[in-house]
């Protein structure tokens, strides 16, 4: 979504998806480049314009998912001194477990009402009280403020529900910041969660992984994000495990679901990640979508609403029922 595009010819749209998942391969993608970042990490007015601008996009892009008149509660709240949406279906009790989810956004873009507006879909779907959180960002605030934060969030979770009624999740960045508070949260000491879902999740801020090359233009949504990694990491080595969760000790881990597509540019993240939490004898599925990119293809397609429900299996298999 966010960083210098590297023009290639897209291969042709395959026949082995469903019809709506053709035409959003075959339409140009709504992540075109038009409005691109600084190419300098220093350029904090430059990088501030175009944060606002991409925010306003992703809100348009993302409100047509949800009904205005949807069954789902919304508030504002301050969490552990954090700006969250809490966000509760109709009949779902106030003890319900509690779904925290962090937002995507390349580690710079969906702060505010875009917050809301990308999580909000997928917490219409859960039986859970969802956590939304609003996490400062880029540029007026790089790492670690973004993952303390969620951590923040975290322990204002576990004060209010046992562990074993909290979900940590995340697509894309979000998912970077859920396995990194992971990783933190078990450095300091705090118990793990009932489950983690990485959805495409961006875990490798080196960007070493094989797909960062072979789907490189081949991606419908995504292209390289190293200029916004350098800026969100402000100094700091790139693979260290809070940055790059891949290369982190995943040893005590959840039950983790990870997905992935075969267009997707952080594939080779989700599939590493895979294989990491199997060698440290975590319980992870991985599922992988024909021809899907980054972050799916736009909602409605009959692929995603077979991995929702395998999403949706794997927390009633994980989380305790209210």
């Not at 875009?114 to 605030?141: F, G, Q």
């Not at 303390?148 to 910041?177: F, H, Q, T």
Request: charged content about 20%; overall charge negative.
């Amino acid at each position: 979504m966010v960083g210098a595009v590297e023009r290639r010819a897209r291969p042709p749209v395959p026949r082995s998806v469903s019809e709506p998942a053709q035409r959003f391969l075959g339409a140009p993608s709504s992540y075109s480049g038009e409005i691109g970042p600084p190419s300098d990490p220093t350029d904090l007015e430059g990088w501030q314009r175009f944060v606002d601008a991409t925010n306003e996009l992703l809100i348009q892009a993302f409100r047509t998912r949800l009904p205005e008149d949807a069954p789902l509660e919304r508030r504002e709240v301050e969490v552990g001194g954090v700006h969250t949406y809490v966000l509760r279906p109709h009949g779902v009790p106030d003890g319900a477990p509690l779904y925290l989810d962090i937002h995507g956004g390349g580690l710079v873009l969906g702060a505010g009402e875009a917050c809301l507006t990308m999580v909000a879909p997928s917490a219409l779907s859960r039986p859970m009280i969802t956590w939304a959180v609003d996490y400062r960002m880029p540029p007026r605030h790089p790492y670690p403020a973004s993952l303390d934060d969620c951590l923040a969030v975290y322990r204002a979770a576990l004060e209010s529900r046992d562990p074993r009624d909290i979900v940590v999740g995340g697509g894309s960045a979000g998912g970077n910041l859920a396995a990194a508070l992971l990783l933190r949260a078990k450095d300091e000491g705090l118990p793990m969660p009932a489950a983690l879902v990485l959805l495409t999740p961006e875990v490798d801020l080196t960007e070493s992984g094989d797909s960062f090359r072979t789907n490189l233009g081949i991606d419908h949504v995504l292209s390289p994000l190293m200029t916004t990694n350098l800026l969100y990491a402000n100094g700091h080595d790139l693979a260290h495990p809070y940055l790059s969760p891949l290369f982190g000790d995943v040893h005590g881990f959840p039950p983790t679901y990870l997905q992935s597509g075969t267009r997707d540019l952080f594939l080779s993240n989700t599939v590493r990640m895979h294989r990491k939490l199997r060698a440290a004898g975590v319980e992870a599925e991985l599922h992988i979508g024909e021809a899907m990119p980054h972050g799916g293809f736009g909602g409605g397609t009959p692929e995603e609403a077979e991995l929702a429900a395998e999403l949706e299996r794997f927390l009633a298999r994980h989380v305790r029922t209210p």
